[in-house]
């Protein structure tokens, strides 16, 4: 079964009589990405959100509690054209598993024509599980002169893939599959907005 909405769930044992163990696999939300509103002539390049991190573990039926708590974190928001983007929300199945959401790119980068560059995002550390790994580092911006630069990409998770690095003037740009961040958006002397980051799912597969 999937939990693939946002938000605080139940798994309940008794709904499954004949279980012997479940393996359950959480992806932490991506970090949504800022947007950008550069000067005439000027630019401001945005970095990317960084990707969700993920866990699984194999879990015997008898160690399950008879309801297990199960949280599918929020993609982080979008940011505007001078805030930075939202952390995406952590996942998890109860206190076996837990994976931590990425935090949302920058905002920092000012508008110029100038050469400049703004750091990428660090990605999330391993929450828990049998196995369990960090989520990918948000790409850093990079700034030319006033006409060319660089959005930075989205981070990768296990369960999908940040949003690309953008060379020209738009908005942040989309994640794809479950974990995702979002892509920075870039502004050459327009108005962009930003992107929300990819949101989390878990996944229980029963075993009898």
Known sequence: MEFKNVGNFQFRKADYP???????????????AAGADA????????????GGGYGER???AA?????ESVVVGAGGT??????PG?????SSFGGFVIAPGGDGGTANMDSGATPVTSNGIPGPFAGSGDWATGGGAGGGAIRLNGSWG?????????????????????PGTAPRGYGGGA???????SSEGGMAGGEGIVIVELYG
């Open 18 to 32: 004949w279980l012997a163990r479940v393996k359950v696999r959480v992806q932490g939300a991506g970090g949504g």
């Open 39 to 50: 000067a005439t002539n000027e630019l401001i390049a945005r970095p990317g959100g960084a």
């Open 58 to 60: 194999l879990i015997d």
């Open 63 to 67: 160690d399950l509690a008879a309801v």
């Open 78 to 83: 979008a940011g505007t054209t001078t805030a």
């Open 86 to 90: 939202g952390a995406g929300g952590s």
């Open 150 to 170: 660089l959005g930075g990409a989205g981070g990768e998770s296990h369960m999908g893939h940040g949003g690309f690095s953008r060379n020209s003037s738009g």
């Open 183 to 189: 892509g920075g958006g870039l502004s050459t002397g």
